[in-house]
């Protein structure tokens, strides 16, 4: 209820904000599981692509976001997003397993498989969480290419400005393997950020984001 409070004021707000133009929202399924594999830009992504969707969506979000800026704290815990702690591989995987509950009840769960934001808008590595989400529920994975939400909540920005927005959404992707195999998951997961660059016309960096941040 509280999710369709927000979204019903959320939707127009970011209508007006965002002027977004949306391609392919005809692949969303109407009813019944899937997975969106969205690049990410700004940590607004989670937020933008459940209120600009007809259906309820919920989002892996690092848990950073829950905490420190008041901004994404409201963002994140009104659009009931998941909060994960990606320095500790137990709560990332409780994430996955209450990700793959969703799923299967038929919900949309949505994932950025960068892991954090681009540094520089470029696309980088995914990580497999993603893959085995697929593999072990069998649903199908949608890539999803947001352009321009780094101009509404650039890094560093306290509350979001005015600008316009792409989202652009791919056929379904449905994938054979073991959700054990590390092979299988990295094969997938490499399948599923091809088909986002494809869409979002992004160049491709073979290494993880959050090393190139450590590094830096």
């Known amino acids: 209820m509280l999710y369709q409070v927000v979204k019903f004021a959320a939707t127009p707000l970011a209508n007006v904000m965002c002027r977004p133009h949306i391609s392919g929202g005809s692949n969303v399924p109407r009813t019944g599981g899937a997975i969106l594999a969205a690049n990410h830009l700004s940590m607004i992504d989670s937020f933008l692509l459940p209120a600009l969707l007809p259906r309820h969506v919920t989002f892996a979000a690092k848990s950073e976001y829950f905490s420190g800026n008041p901004v994404s704290q409201w963002f994140m815990r009104l659009g009931g997003s998941l909060p994960t702690d990606r320095d500790s591989a137990h709560a990332a995987q409780a994430m996955l397993d209450a990700a793959a509950e969703l799923l299967e ?46 101009k509404v909540m650039p890094v560093g920005a306290k509350v979001p400005r005015p600008a316009k927005i792409g989202i ?9 393997g073991d959700y054990k195999s590390a092979r299988d998951r990295r094969r997938v997961t490499d399948d599923i950020m091809s088909a986002i660059q494809k869409l979002s016309g992004q160049e491709y960096v073979a290494q993880y984001a959050a090393s190139l941040k450590a590094a830096s």
Not at 106 to 128: A, C, N, Q, V
Not at 168 to 176: A, C, D, L, Q, V
Request: glycine share 16%; no cysteine; hydrophobic share 35%.
């Open 105 to 150: 009840s038929g919900e949309l769960f949505g994932i950025h498989p960068e892991g954090t934001r681009s540094p520089d808008g470029r696309l980088y590595r995914g990580k497999i969480g993603v893959a085995w989400l697929a593999l072990k529920t069998g649903k199908p994975v949608l890539p999803v290419a947001l352009s321009g939400t780094d």
């Open 168 to 176: 652009t959404i791919g056929e379904p992707m449905r994938f054979e």
